[in-house]
């Protein structure tokens, strides 16, 4: 069944023609735009990521706030305002009403662009990672509103897993707790973002979008509320090998300590100091992955709007 969007959605002619013709559409967020790569990459990988969609038979529907205003779709000059404003916040929900009622911008993480979505009637979100919990959380309680969000809205959210920056095991348990299928794609092994490998084994495996379209159709007929979690390992021939990885990451773990960095700045300047100690692969990785993922989402969009009784 079509869901009509909510009203104080702005949605382009492209994304609102698509909905109300029951069409594939995949979500995007606008975080790892505005605080998760530097310019202009960050443009050119936004713009590439919606043409692989496009290419594959859905239409993206990159998400944000401009203006106070909650956009489902954006411009290209939309696009290059989010990457190059200087006053751009990061929007998670609890943050949505402070920046929509100021009339400013906000670029939505995962958990803001999940609730948004399902606002609009978008059932599949693509993402690079996810967020989750982070180390040290039994002392700090850091826990990122993703796996919140997760819990309790109806997206399937498509992503290389978590990002290696965060606690994988924990994360885990903490999405078993929620009750959030876990789905990793053709291996039975939860992938580590930049890396294939994690050392934790996937609790569920799909070998096709299809497969994991019916995993959402039955999820919600039977009235379970809440996302799934499509772990989608990177590319092998893209990959920083875990151990390699680990070392930058203690790294930067070891500056932002250092710096007293905390809360929702932890994120965005660990991926930023992540790229100088790795001397732009990691960059070059997340690139690779969320086109990847946009591959998988778009497939999933299809495959999930061929059911005419969805």
Do not use: C
């Not at 013709?21 to 202009?40: K, N, Q």
């Not at 939309?78 to 009403?97: C, H, I, N, Y």
């Not at 930023?272 to 497939?299: P, Q, T």
């Amino acid at each position: 069944m079509t869901r009509t969007p909510h009203p104080d959605l702005v949605l382009t002619e492209e994304v609102r023609d698509a909905l109300a013709a029951g069409r594939p559409v995949v979500a995007l967020e606008s975080t790892i735009i505005s605080h998760g790569m530097p310019y202009p990459q960050n443009v050119a990988m936004a713009t590439e990521v919606e043409d692989i969609i496009r290419a594959h038979g859905a239409v993206p529907a990159t998400i944000a706030v401009l203006g106070g205003r909650a956009r489902i779709g954006l411009t290209p000059d939309d696009l290059e305002l989010l990457a190059t404003a200087p006053d751009v916040a990061k929007a998670s929900v609890r943050d949505l009403p402070y920046v929509m009622a100021r009339g400013a911008h906000g670029a939505t993480t995962v958990a803001a662009t999940m609730r948004l979505a399902a606002l609009a009637g978008i059932r599949v979100f693509v993402t690079g990672g996810l967020g989750g919990v982070h180390r040290g959380a039994p002392q700090s309680f850091d826990i990122s509103a993703d796996l919140v969000e997760l819990a309790q809205t109806d997206v399937a959210v498509v992503s290389a897993g978590v990002k290696s920056i965060l606690d994988i095991g924990l994360t885990l348990e903490h999405l078993e707790t929620g009750g959030v299928p876990v789905i990793a794609y053709g291996t039975d092994e939860f992938p580590a973002f930049f890396s294939r490998s994690s050392g934790f084994a996937a609790p569920m495996r799909a070998d096709s979008a299809e497969e994991i379209a019916a995993m959402m159709r039955v999820k919600w007929d039977l009235g379970i509320a809440g996302g799934l979690n499509i772990a989608n390992p990177i590319p092998e021939a893209d990959e920083i090998p875990v151990a390699e990885m680990d070392v930058v990451i203690d790294q930067a773990l070891a500056d932002m300590r250092a710096l007293g960095i905390t809360g929702k700045e932890t994120t965005p300047y660990l991926l930023g100091r992540i790229v100088e100690i790795s001397g732009g692969a990691s960059l070059k990785a997340n690139i690779a992955l969320v086109k990847n993922n946009a591959r998988l989402g778009a497939a999933i969009a299809l495959a999930y709007a061929a059911d005419p009784a969805r």
